[in-house]
Nanobody, 126 residues
Framework: QVQLVESGGGLVQAGGSLRLSCVAS????????MGWFRQAPGKEREFVAA????????TVAASVKGRFTISRDNAKSTVYLQMNSLTPEDTAVYYC???????????????????WGQGTQVTVSS
């Protein structure tokens, strides 16, 4: 079984930056596509960014394109989300997600992910 632990959230002012980290336990990290999702109060969970197992393919939501970057370090079993130019609309709990072993593509749909972290709060003040 895979366990995911997010960190790096916090309170920042609009225009600021944060870097989220997600450390995965369990086997075959490099064979799993990884994603970041977020959920704001009263809203549905939404896709933010995803990365393929090798790290060579990424996709990001239109709402964060040009501002957020997803990356991974397979040697450290860690996926990152670099968030720049933050706005209050980015305020949410951010969740890291992992796919099943050998499901290595970067996907945007929540149902394609098997494992989820506990979430880390990101609050952007104006």
């Amino acid at each position: 079984q895979v366990q995911l632990v997010e960190s790096g959230g916090g309170l920042v002012q609009a225009g600021g930056s944060l870097r989220l980290s997600c450390v995965a336990s369990g086997p075959t990290f490099s064979s799993r596509g990884m994603g970041w999702f977020r959920q704001a109060p009263g809203k549905e969970r939404e896709f933010v960014a995803a990365i393929s197992g090798s790290g060579t393919t990424t996709t990001v939501a239109a709402s964060v394109k040009g501002r957020f970057t997803i990356s991974r370090d397979n040697a450290k079993s860690t996926v990152y989300l670099q968030m720049n130019s933050l706005t209050p609309e980015d305020t949410a709990v951010y969740y890291c997600a992992a796919r099943l072993t050998s499901f290595a593509s970067a996907e945007t749909e929540t149902y394609k992910y098997k494992y989820w972290g506990q979430g880390t709060q990101v609050t952007v003040s104006s």
